[in-house]
T-cell receptor
Framework: EPEVTQTPSHQVTQMGQEVILHCVPI?????FYWYRQILGQKVEFLVS????????KSEIFDDQFSVERPDGSNFTLKIRSTKLEDSAMYFC?????????????FGDGTRLSIL | GDSVTQMEGPVTLSEEAFLTINCTYT??????LFWYVQYPGEGLQLLLK?????DKGSNKGFEATYRKETTSFHLEKGSVQVSDSAVYFC?????????????FGQGTTLQVKP
């Protein structure tokens, strides 16, 4: 069964540094998402992406965050200048084109640790 | 805004016990409802879904019924196994949002002992 792939599984970065998290969504999917889960808290929506542009973003997704689909297969999340509070598990997800009640398929996540 | 509330965990059960994990939601209109499961060290996997009132989602012995009158989507299983130990997330996707973003509950950890 096709799956969403995320790399790296664990990223350790110094505060203030830039970090890029990588995702390869399922190949025929057209809607892409990033979520994060701070340890012990809820999974929170960050951003959705469709047709090469952001379709919705949350309050968390401020100017420090950006997303890109550079080559038609990868979907990246960049944090420009990391803060301690960015430490979390970041999940990428994708879904088929279609009505919004279709399920999203998730990757295994990248654990980001900011020192 | 839309929100999902799950019962606090952890829930600890013996093998073959009956499981209920409560989930209630707040949303305008008619959201779709989902249960996702996260096994240790893995990502979120869709367990089941329901898209309209009175729908019952089922998979791997788990069931949940979309109850609009009580705004609930409780997860049940008649006989749990050790392999069911995981974190369970209730979530909704609002039909009026064509982005399909998911709003999650806080997750409930299930521990099943032999």
């Amino acid at each position: 069964e096709p799956e969403v792939t995320q790399t790296p599984s664990h990223q350790v970065t110094q505060m203030g540094q830039e970090v890029i998290l990588h995702c390869v969504p399922i190949s025929n999917h057209l809607y892409f998402y990033w979520y994060r889960q701070i340890l012990g808290q809820k999974v929170e929506f960050l951003v959705s992406f469709y047709n090469n542009e952001i379709s919705e973003k949350s309050e968390i997704f401020d100017d420090q965050f950006s997303v890109e689909r550079p080559d038609g297969s990868n979907f990246t999340l960049k944090i420009r200048s990391t803060k301690l509070e960015d430490s979390a598990m970041y999940f990428c997800a994708s879904r088929d084109q279609g009505i919004s009640n279709q399920p999203q398929h998730f990757g295994d996540g990248t654990r980001l640790s900011i020192l | 805004g839309d929100s999902v509330t799950q019962m606090e965990g952890p829930v600890t059960l013996s093998e073959e016990a009956f499981l209920t994990i409560n989930c209630t939601y707040t949303a305008t209109g008619y959201p779709s409802l989902f249960w996702y499961v996260q096994y240790p060290g893995e990502g979120l996997q869709l367990l089941l879904k329901a898209t309209k009132a009175d729908d019952k989602g089922s998979n791997k012995g788990f069931e949940a019924t979309y109850r609009k009158e009580t705004t609930s989507f409780h997860l049940e299983k008649g006989s749990v196994q050790v392999s069911d130990s995981a974190v369970y997330f209730c979530a909704l996707s609002h039909g009026s949002s064509n982005t399909g973003k998911l709003i999650f509950g806080q997750g409930t950890t299930l521990q099943v002992k032999p």
